[in-house]
C-alpha cells in the first residue's frame, strides 16, 4: 500500500505523485525479482525541509517540491521531477535497506544505483512524453569515457 501526506490545502496535488510511487514500486519489484517486506510505503511531503529527503523502510519525508505537482497546472518538467524522486528513494528501499554495503568505502554503491534507477525507469513510465535521448547519451559517455566521448562529439 502506498500513501502520500501532505498538508490538507495541498493534498489534490498529491495524485501524480501516489500514481507514480504506485508504478515505480510494480517495475522494481518486478526488475529486482524480490518484494519489498514492507505493507506500506509512505510519503510525507514537508513544506520546509533543509536538505535531503529521509527515508527508511516503509517511510520517507520529502521536500513538498519533490512530491506534489498540481493537477491541472503541473508540466511534464515537475511530473518528471517528482517522478525522478520517487525512483531514487524507492530504489534505495532496496540498496541501503535490503542490500546494505559490507563497509563504507562502498557506499556509494548505494548512490550510483539509485541515480541508474532514475534514468532506467524513467523510460518506462514515461516513454511517450520525455526524450530519454539525454539519458542514452550520459550512458554511452559513461561506457566509453568521457575523452572518447567528447572526441565522437567533436
Not at 520517487?86 to 539509485?114: C, K, M, Y
Amino acid at each position: 500500500m502506498v500513501r502520500v501526506y501532505s498538508r490538507p490545502e495541498a493534498v489534490n496535488s498529491t495524485t501524480h505523485a501516489l500514481k507514480t510511487a504506485a508504478n515505480v514500486l510494480d517495475l522494481l519489484q518486478e526488475y529486482f525479482g524480490v518484494p519489498l517486506n514492507n505493507e506500506k510505503q509512505d510519503f510525507f511531503a514537508v513544506p520546509v525541509m533543509d536538505g535531503m529527503p529521509a527515508s527508511g523502510q516503509g517511510l520517507t519525508f520529502m521536500p513538498e517540491e519533490d512530491l506534489l505537482v498540481n493537477p491541472t497546472t503541473g508540466t511534464v518538467e515537475q511530473k518528471v521531477k517528482v517522478a525522478r524522486a520517487l525512483i531514487n528513494q524507492l530504489s534505495r528501499q532496496w540498496f541501503g535497506n535490503l542490500v546494505t554495503p559490507s563497509d563504507w568505502h562502498a557506499l556509494w554503491l548505494n548512490e550510483a544505483f539509485a541515480n541508474y534507477m532514475e534514468y532506467f525507469l524513467l523510460g518506462k513510465l514515461y516513454e511517450n512524453e520525455i526524450d530519454a535521448g539525454g539519458a542514452l547519451l550520459r550512458m554511452i559517455k559513461t561506457v566509453i569515457g568521457e575523452e572518447k566521448f567528447q572526441k565522437g562529439v567533436q
